[in-house]
């Protein structure tokens, strides 16, 4: 079961699909009575809350219109030190700029919202922004139109600046408060950023001035407490199972709470035939544009110690089927002479080169060969070696759920936990995984290829 109407990135996101927007939110109407009076402080194990659902800060920042309207200031800025401020003097190109900038605001406002409902990550609105930044002028320069550098840099600036400014603000004004109904395994909200937690010592008999209330669904509760659930439903304070709160939260699903039902999720075909297509576009730019990096690389491996420049590696992937992964050699030739061993922080099998690509993820640059054949995708759980699939299928549950989507070049896991060396960090790269298979869309991968360019920069996980 999905959460229903759990507030996401006020002033960028709404209601994912399917669901309702939380009154609470701002954006709907309140269902139900919303009472003022005081509940007794004893139906809480912290201080009773302060009825803050209809405050008008928080409709501010939760307000779609708010977002939006930080073009203005960015194209008044912009127009102000470049084009000037009136319109019968712009000429057909800075109309295109100016079109051009406004479409990628929308854009990059379209995919910061959609992928806030995924991770509440405060460099989603930054990373879109880039993003669109990015291919704005890569349409310029493949199509040598004319651009105005300093028109758009301001108007990008600003842009970034006014969708950060105004996450900060959400979360200081919007953060959702829920009320924890106590039993089963609800502490595993303890600590969750972007969310504020009421528990609950026994049921109030009134209406509780909240967002939701959390329950675990699949613990035992006394009939009191069955009763309050069924009614504040009624009332219309929305409900939530608190694997989903977590899920939502800490961008990872919950192991003690999961089901095979839960993954049993198929890619949508129209998303899978859009995501082959990019995928097949991506890796033929990339190969092009990685030919000088991948043959510099390639000779400076062979005139370190005469051996191959490149490796390939049995791997598992789709479905459990197996396949050779291609990467540029950065061990030793006989690294794995006693047998595969994971990558550890510093490792002493990595040559002199070899340490350099791993460090700027070089040495991944051929699985774009892979993602052409068909065999990985850009974005997915990263492939293992069969002697690992087989020990972590015994050891971990759920394991064998990742190969339900293509391995990809990067994934969720590499953007939120990095590298895994051992069993226990391997488990938080699953609970990572998991969540991709669960709420893979366009608007993840593209956060998650956003994120990966900034990892590649700071070096995040590598080994």
Known sequence: MRAE??????GLAGAAPGQTASPSSGQGPLRGPL???AIPDDCFVGPAPAATRGSPWRRLVASHAVALAGVLPALAVGLSVSFGLDPSRWTSGQWINILAFV?????????????????ASSSIAATSMAAAGVLVMAGFFATRSYYSLSFLGVAFAIGSTWMVVLWHASQRFAMPTLAVVPGGHVDILDGLPGIRLLPLRRPPTRTLPVDGIVVDRHAPHAAEWHRFVIDRGIEGTPIHHCADVYERFAQKVSIVHLRE?????????????FKRVV??????????AAAPVLLLAAWLIRREDRGPALFAQERVGHRGERFMMLKLRSMRPDAEADGPRLAVEDDA??????AVLRRWRIDELPQLWNVLRGEMSLVGPRPEQVAFVRRFEEELPFYAARHAVKPGITGWAQVRAGYAGDLPETQQKLVHDLYYVRNMSPWLDAYIVGRTAWIVLSGFGAR
């Open 5 to 10: 109407a759990i507030p996401v990135l006020p």
């Open 35 to 37: 009472r003022e009076r």
């Open 103 to 119: 479409g990628a605001y929308l854009a990059a406002w379209l995919v910061a919202r959609r992928s806030s409902m995924l991770t």
């Open 261 to 273: 039902n839960d993954l049993d999720q198929p890619v949508p075909p129209p998303y899978a035939a």
């Open 279 to 288: 995928d097949v576009i991506g890796a033929v730019i990339g190969l092009v």
């Open 349 to 354: 099998r990595a040559t002199r080169i070899g």
